[in-house]
């Protein structure tokens, strides 16, 4: 059941994944008063936004505003006000230790029931298997009792749902 008791944390590798892979979810938790939380890690500003540098004389300052706006716009249609950008470099992804632990104390933080995230076999973006490694293990680091951050208790492990890319085709044929 979806009510205000559950809390729902998605972590989304780019700026438009949570959108097109999760916004249907999303909006459902948040039509059935659900707590939703999102994290986007990066603007995906090297590997998912071929568009904009097009433009002639486009900056990487500039590619980061237009995708922030893009997340504010889609977060406010989704009716999701608790949305964080980590602004971490993309193509390719590095995880490091401060990385790790903020994530663990972003789960302590949420207490999530239910995670969202990237599925581990995705061959879209090698980023998506990344953070789908990323989110699973600070997701069981945050059960453990020795990874001790002050004012962040251990959380009991969240079930982790991956998300999968569905072409256009597939979608159009389960919809038959
Ligand atoms: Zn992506």
């Known amino acids: 059941m979806i009510d205000k008791n559950v809390n729902l944390l998605v972590v989304s590798a780019h700026a438009a994944d949570f959108v097109w892979r999760s916004g249907g979810t999303i909006a459902k938790y948040i039509m059935h008063g659900a707590n939703v939380s999102l994290v986007i890690l990066s ?7 071929n568009d904009l540098w097009n433009v002639e004389g486009q900056t990487l300052d500039n590619v980061k505003t237009i995708r922030r706006s893009e997340i504010e716009k889609a977060a406010e ?6 949305f964080e950008i980590w602004d971490y470099e993309d193509y390719h992804m590095m995880i490091n230790r401060d990385r790790m632990d903020q994530m663990v104390k972003k789960i302590r ?12 076999k995705d061959a879209f973006n090698p980023d998506h298997e990344m953070v789908s490694k990323f989110v699973f293990d600070a997701s069981v680091l945050s059960t453990s009792n ?8 251990t959380a009991k492990q969240a079930r982790i749902f991956g998300l999968s890319r569905i072409s256009l085709k597939s979608a159009t044929l389960n919809r038959k």
């Open 43 to 49: 603007y995906g500003a090297r590997g998912e936004s």
């Open 77 to 82: 249609c989704l009716g999701v006000s608790n």
């Open 109 to 120: 933080e949420v207490r999530p029931h239910h995670i969202v995230t990237h599925g581990p």
């Open 146 to 153: 020795g990874v001790r951050f002050d004012g962040y208790p």
